[in-house]
């Protein structure tokens, strides 16, 4: 079984940053990629910004290019999501989520962290 543990959220106003982090452990767990997604209210999850760990290769939602970096340690699955220049539009639930094969949808999630951003 994998398990999946996001922490960081927290209320802020806009302008201000927050990091998230995440690891997923397992039996012999080894992530092929890891990802941040979120959800806001009435709202469909949308990828905020992936990893795969093979050339480090990144992706960025285009709302959030510039304002926010992912990071991590492949060895550790760990990532990280460095969030500055918040906006209120910012506003979600952050998941983070996981995956063993680079051809498998992302299947493991962690539970969700609260990202409150006030004008």
């Known amino acids: 079984q994998v398990h999946v543990v996001e922490s960081g959220g927290g209320l802020v106003q806009a302008g201000d940053s927050l990091r998230l982090s995440c690891a997923a452990s397992g039996r012999t767990f080894s992530s092929s990629a890891m990802g941040w997604f979120r959800q806001a209210p009435g709202k469909e999850r949308e990828s905020v910004a992936t990893?795969?760990?093979?050339?480090?290769?990144?992706t960025y939602a285009d709302s959030v290019k510039g304002r926010f970096t992912l990071s991590g340690d492949n060895a550790k699955n760990t990532v990280y999501l460095q969030m500055n220049s918040l906006k209120p539009e910012d506003t979600a639930v952050y998941y983070c989520?996981?995956?063993?094969?680079?051809?498998?949808?992302?299947?493991?999630w962690g539970q969700g962290t609260q990202v409150t951003v006030s004008s």
């Open positions: 990893i795969t760990w093979t050339g480090a290769r990144t």
């Open positions: 989520a996981a995956k063993r094969s680079y051809y498998s949808p992302f299947d493991y």
